[in-house]
């Protein structure tokens, strides 16, 4: 147990306050999801990961169980790194979190399943690991809100960072620490009390991601004895009594979740190698003991409780990569999406040196928001860099200068507009100066009070000074005058559903368009609105693709969108959602992992953000040849023309335009 524990057991009252950060969701997995129908070639199965509504106040390390209301969640660490007892329940909507009663002392690090009209607390701790098994009655898939979780039995030893699982009538209990060392036991109970040791790991670990599929048990990567992470997949049969490595991930993990859906098992986020949060989802297929890149998170979480109930899987809380509690709740579905028609000559190829007497693919400077490494530039079409921010010459503002999401200019060109996505902030700096003019937000401390935001994703000035947001976690879109007055907001805290203007389902994108109206793009559902700036909806419609992000109008009736996923797309669609053209490689040096935002260059090129491969490229609609790029492919880096996760950029021409977002200021 690496972590403080303590505190009493709190009043319900001041539960409802901040034990929402005592959510129990733990690193047990619970099987579910429906089956795959049959195969379809012009038809794909993806994972959908969206943000629904966050909880009242972060969470982490906490035990979850899919409880046929919604997602039981017991426990865990508050954002002070104290140990909690409470107990809720999320409804299946993830809207509403309702009082379940309390465990008999604060508890983290443990593991839970429901067994039977109960449900089970294996382990975990306080100040030391703890042998203790509790119960709490759920009669008719349900806990009563002044329910007592009561000691039902005992562990053969201390055990917490475990996983567990119910599997036919029983639950096991799979690895954990007993105070100084990983354990490599596989246990089995049928009724909390008595435990018969069923298997044995091939290596003791403890922080594995946990799920069942098909009758067996999965446990994914962990930390050894030695303190690294391990990259083992490994499957348990109760009924044969092994356990054996049937693969490897990618790459080593540990601190993961796992849920169970449609026959895969996918793990979500954990800490590499180097430490801190990920956001990569991997899919197992146990039919074939191979592992695949699924998605990415919207958000890098370890240490997160994660569960299924019916054909939804839920991770809650966690640590950020910064090891902040998190408030978030992440609700993951499998879609099936028709694949869009392709343009007959789109090839894909990876960009090649312009020969000698060929035209650039653009005019003037190019900025690129470089996420990865904290950082502007912006560069030339011979890829020369002209200016760095944060630099020697241009220092950070107070606080530094963390995560840029976005970054477009503004004043044609003598200034530059930026959001720090997961810093909680908004940024206005003089360029070439790199002076701060004006900042909106606290750094690092998100909130849905006025003057706070929760992940703010593409803010751009507007003529008259006033700043348009989308503030993603917070599921609305502001508009903010110069003194910092929200002068509109556009959806609510509170729901995270699609009903605009009123209510937004994490909308990622406030374009402002020629009108004065705002293109909004809302990741649950695949949602593209236009809504006039005093909020009326003009039209709505839904595409027929993962992850819109960050939409751009091209014609009266035509605009651009990028799919956020992997392989992600570029597509042309009109009001009807009708599919006019695309972009979407599934495989070679033209495949795109993540592309955030895809804007048409002056003489119709296609630029693109494809941010996990670590470059931006320009893209021939007609040809589908990757003309140019700026980063090297799969190679993140910091030196000349290397990129790492960009995820906005700008182009400012010679003459002090913005050919891409004209109407702005």
Partial sequence: MRRRRRRLLLPLAALLAIAVVALVLGRSGSGGGGAPTAADPAVRTILVARLAKPLPAPISAESVVGLPGGPLILGGLDSSEASVSGVFQLDRTAARLSPAGTLSGPLHDAAATALGDRVLVFGGGTETSSDEVQALPAANGAVAANATASQIGRLPTVRSDLGAAPIGGRAYVLGGYDGSSPLDSVLATADGSTFRQVATLPQPARYMAVAASGGKLYAFGGETASGGASGAIREVDPKAGTASVVGHLPQPLSHASAVSLGGHVYVLGGEGPNGGAGDRIWSFDPATGKAAVAGRLPRPVADGGATTVGSTGYLIGGKGNRGEALPSVVLLHLRRVRAAPAEPKSTATAAKPARHGQPAPFRGRLLIADRGNDRLLVVDARKKVLWRYPSHGHPAPPGGFYFPDDA??????????????????????????????????????????????????????????????ADAQNCRILLISPRKKVLRQFGDPASCEHEPPHRLGSPNGDTPLRDGNLLVSEVNGSYIDEITRKGKLVWSVQLPIAHPSDPQQLGRDRYLVADYTRPGGIYEFDRAGKILWSYHPSSGPGMLDHPSLAERFPGGLIAVNDDYRHRLAIIDRHSGKIVWQYGHTDQPGRGHDRLNTPDGFDLLAPNGVTPTHRYTG
């Fill in 408 to 469: 477009f200019f503004t004043h044609h060109g003598r200034q530059l507009i930026a959001n720090e996505e997961q810093d909680e902030r908004i940024v206005r700096l003089s360029f070439p100066r790199g002076k701060v003019l004006w900042t909106y937000g606290h750094a690092g401390v998100p909130g849905s009070e006025p003057g706070y935001l929760h992940e703010p994703d593409d803010a751009y000035l507007w003529r008259d000074g006033t700043i348009s947001v």
